[in-house]
DNA sequence: TTCATATGTCACCCAATGGTGACATATAAA
DNA sequence: TTTATATGTCACCATTGGGTGACATATGAA
């Protein structure tokens, strides 16, 4: 039945390889990435959307809508003749995860390390003024 | 002498904006994501990177270095006629702490809300069955 | 029913991107 | 000095991406 998958209807032979690089192209676009910031709050029409954008064409912010949704980074609904776009902030969360947290991570151990390796260095220079030619 | 700035010669007219924006871009194309991951352990010379991506040109992942590099994603040594390539992390930190995090950190507080809400409810129902018809 | 509004879709344009092979240059090794 | 190796650079190509206006459709309001 698979209810809410119904945007890949029938062969999701989409590896998630394939779905981070349609989250990161769609981050790499600065429009897109204020769209994104804009549903953060709560869910917008489209409308709403076009008029945060007075400088781009309806049909250009409805390009980068399609975008976002096949980034599976938005929830769409209809309502009557309004369309509901919602923010999905799962695919974010999961570059964070796979990506992002890594390499900050790393860089955050590696700040660490050097900053002992520092400090080790200055603790000794210190010693080396106080009592030179010391043991070594 | 703006030694190392020597990237942007006489105008840093580049706001961070702009700056950002390259990060994106640099980060949305998975060959150069892999760069990165590669660099991450230690810095590599340009051929060796070369040899670890054999479904790619040489001229290719030099394109990507170019990009990576100016997005100040890279830092560059030359060492006779070889090239070293570092991984400065701090950009990544940059648009981590700038966007994905609070990203991240709004969806766990949605989630957050939502769990206490569905307790809530839970609760309530839980009491009504143990004691029919309270209050309200 | 008639009309205004919100959205969907199409065809087209131009710039940017990712890729290539060929050639040029500089430096370590023989 | 000659030769092999590591990079740098150029010209070119095909595809994608972001943008547009024009037209089509559906639905709430008058």
Redesign the interface.
């Known amino acids: 039945m698979q209810s809410h998958e119904a945007k890949r209807p029938r062969a999701p032979e989409v590896t998630q ?1 394939e779905r981070d ?1 349609a989250v ?2 769609a ?4 429009n897109r ?1 204020e769209i ?1 910031d804009l549903l ?1 709050g709560e869910p917008r029409t489209t409308g709403g959307l076009v008029d945060s954008f007075p400088h781009l064409s309806r049909t250009a912010v409805m390009k980068h809508l399609d975008v976002l949704e096949r980034a599976d980074l938005l929830i769409v609904r209809r309502e009557g003749r309004v369309r509901w776009n919602q923010l999905n ?2 695919p ?2 999961q ?2 995860e796979r ?3 890594p ?2 991570r ?2 955050a151990s ?1 700040l660490l390390r050097l900053k002992g390796q520092v400090e080790k260095k200055a603790a000794q220079k210190t010693r080396t003024k106080i009592n030179p030619r010391r043991k070594r």
Chains 1, 2 share one sequence.
């Open positions: 390889r690089d990161w192209r981050l790499a676009d600065r990435r994104l953060g902030p799962i974010i969360e570059i964070h990506w992002v947290a390499h900050v790393r860089m590696a």
